[in-house]
């Protein structure tokens, strides 16, 4: 990664020393670096003694991320799909917002109005291409790093109470940072620079409990989900003759084996370990929208293919978006066709 600027963590510093209303927010469908970087941010605002600090997120997250949220934590997040106008009165009272693991307003869906609208200072620490930065006072934003959370956690360790020792950082806070990392980069599968395996070090001597957060993130699913996963690969998963990989789980799939939110996670990145598969998609029904996530080996862009054809975005090689019905497809059946003609179209034309 490249150096962060010490005159922006002290400004960064010096907004919240002022304000007296702060709230933090993720995008929508948080995952674990989004969930992560931001309670992490909370319990470092909540040591140092600030009283009025909310997470405000869209829609709800994932059960298996419980074990990161303290349960003060946990008061103070404010769901807009559980609680619209708590959420938005939120936004518009803070004199502080700080965005995290996102790029632009409207990956936070329903809560881009009130974002738009609030008169706070803004600060942006996030990891992926093309941040929207006219819209915030400070712009963290670094693509060669693994996560939200480690950079995050590169701004913590430098600002003057933390001052370089990992220890003094809150233990929520520094549990939260290496589970965020941990599933941003697939247990280091991917994504992991000389900087992520310095922040590992640093916080395992620190005396986070890794042990713990691997068990509570890989090790505590429901049966439903690992029998859904043989389904998908054994019965469902198609490959083209461009090397993609396709699954299409419908809504009827997901209801029958029970499919909380964030069970599928993971899902996209097994038909990628086949030799010949370059690029690997998993695609959700979800009401008038199907979910699409997307993983490519190196050489290929699963961004530029989320953004061409998935109204999405995302990283170099995983990246994601979304298909409307009936704007682009009809219904969940066509799916697959749609998959197969722009992939074909993608790989041989736009490359
Ligand atoms: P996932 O497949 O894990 O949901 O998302 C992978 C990456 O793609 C994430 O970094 C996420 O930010 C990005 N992404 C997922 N969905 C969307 C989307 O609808 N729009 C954009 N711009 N990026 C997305
Ligand atoms: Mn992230």
Known sequence: MNGLNIKDIRKFETLVQKASKTVIVTHMKPDGDAMGS????????????KEDVRVVIPDPYPDYLDFMISEEAGRDIITYEDMPSESVAAIKESDLVICLDFNAFHRTDRLEQALEESEAAKVLIDHHLSPDTDKFSIVFSETEISSASELLYRILIRTSVIDGKPERLPKEAATALMAGMTTDTNNFANSTYPSTLNMASDLLSAGVDRDMIIYELYNRQRENRLRLLGHALADLMKITEDGVAYIVLDAETL????????????????????DDVRMSLLLKEDGDRVRVSIRSKKGTSANLCARL?????????????KLYIPENIKDISEAGNYIELYTHKFLTEDK
């Open 309 to 321: 054809y998935f109204n999405g975005g995302g990283h170099e090689n995983a990246a994601g978006g």
């Open 255 to 274: 209801k029958r084996h029970d499919i909380r939110e964030g069970e599928t996670e993971g899902f996209v990145n097994m038909p990628l370990t086949v």
């Open 38 to 49: 931001s309670t992490a941010m909370y319990s470092f605002l909540k040591s140092l003694d």
